[in-house]
């Protein structure tokens, strides 16, 4: 998740932020949506990507950046978002998105 410069493209921003913090590029980008993440409290919209066909590298953090990676099964993934031990809001919309869309393709 990152800040999008003003007029940015929304995708722009997210692959400029896997790479910056993950280190990965995707050849494959699929849109999940976007939500309110504080409605009432603030206008922040996050939209959300699925990122296919991926490329390892090295992250780039920015300099104010701590970024911690764990690199999970999918069924891990779901599994933590369902019993609790993920509850980071925008990580459990995104996973619950992509397992949407990746449902209908099965």
Known sequence: AGQREAGEDPLHTAQRELVGEAGVRAAVWEPLGSAFMTPGVCDEVINFYLARTLTEGAPRPE??????????????????????TLRDAKSLVGLHLAAALLERFR
């Open 63 to 84: 300099s104010h950046e701590w970024l911690e990676h764990h690199w999970l099964p999918w069924d891990q993934a779901l599994a933590w978002s369902r019993d609790g």
